[in-house]
């Protein structure tokens, strides 16, 4: 943990004159978080906090998605910054001596156009790698997590499992978002299979992403793509809202996706190198794995990496 240095000023009087000399005594320690509030509010900027090498703390400023994106990322009870993805970082942030991060809460599409815009240095909405996003902005090598992805189907059809069976059958999957990860992952699927492609049906409304199942039960197509969590949460928890449509679909986890913070270029690639060291740190050292089985209920390390 780091601590702040405090100068006091201290009077000693000598004996043989009236001279006074002013020194520097003591030293007051606070840990990171309690020093947040002296941190600078501009994204990217250093803050008055110092290393114990007298090095100055730079900020970090995370924008992640507060809604829809549990337990990935969201807010807790009292409204603080928590969720897989928030507390990985906690982890490697405390590897970061020079390093600050601070995380504010925001939508999907602020995270970007705020990252754009130079408000925050890295946007966390469990995103997926794709060329175009790694030619817009910089994307650690080690991954900081991963999106389990199940194809949801009526219940008709229990025995399509991958999209290669989608294509086999001549079902229809749902519209994804243009330029998304999901549009990625079904991308790279029909490169690698130009004789079983799944047709994609682009959409540039960034609040449909990759379909819904209430329109799937509703007979709009025959497939759609969610992430495990969000499906876990949203149909197979008892107190999800769609739990009431469990019975009419079939579903099976048939892929996996690598996620990354995408980080504005202003961060610099030596900053991006020390991150992707300490993030390696904090998932070799088995810190990742356990924070998996707190929100997830599951190790995500488990899954095979390399799909």
């Given amino acids: 943990m780091r601590k702040k240095i405090w100068k006091k000023l201290a009077a000693a009087v000598l004996a043989t004159s009236l001279v006074f000399s002013l020194t520097a005594c003591g030293s007051e320690k606070k840990d990171k978080d309690a020093s947040a509030a002296e941190v600078k509010t501009e994204a990217g900027e250093k803050s008055e906090e110092k290393t114990e090498g007298g090095k100055e703390v730079k900020k970090i400023t995370f924008a992640y998605r507060n809604t829809g994106n ?8 009292n409204g ?17 001596e020079e390093y600050e991060f601070e995380y504010v809460g925001t939508s999907y599409d602020d995270a970007y156009v705020g990252l754009e815009a130079g408000n925050y240095d890295a946007a966390l909405t469990n995103a997926f790698w794709t060329e ?3 030619e817009k ?17 009526t219940k008709d059809h229990p025995e399509i499992k991958d999209l290669h069976d989608l294509s086999e059958a001549g079902l229809k999957l749902a ?15 029909n490169d ?7 047709n994609i049906d682009p959409t540039d409304d960034s609040t449909y992403v990759a379909g819904s199942v209430e329109e799937l039960v509703a007979g709009r197509y025959d497939a759609v793509i969610e992430t495990k ?25 048939f892929t996996l996706a690598n996620t990354y913070p ?6 610099g690639e030596d900053f991006l190198n020390e991150f992707n060291t300490a993030l390696k740190t904090v998932v070799d050292n088995g810190k990742a794995s356990e924070i998996s089985q707190k929100f997830f209920g599951y190790d995500l390390w488990n899954y095979d990496f390399s799909k």
């Fill in 70 to 77: 549990w337990p990935v990322t969201g807010d807790d009870e």
């Fill in 80 to 96: 603080n910054p928590t969720g897989y993805d928030i507390d990985v970082l906690r982890e490697v942030d405390a590897l970061l």
């Fill in 132 to 134: 175009a996003r790694a």
């Fill in 137 to 153: 902005y910089l994307i650690p090598e080690q991954n900081l997590g991963a999106s389990v992805l199940i194809l949801v189907k």
């Fill in 175 to 189: 519209p994804l978002l243009a330029g998304n990860g999901m549009y990625y992952v079904v991308k790279q699927y």
């Fill in 192 to 198: 690698a299979n130009p004789d079983a492609k799944v």
């Fill in 229 to 253: 969590p969000s499906f876990e949460s949203k149909v197979i928890a008892e107190d999800g809202d769609l739990h009431g449509l469990l019975n009419d679909i079939s579903y099976s986890e």
């Fill in 262 to 267: 995408m980080f504005s270029k202003s961060v």
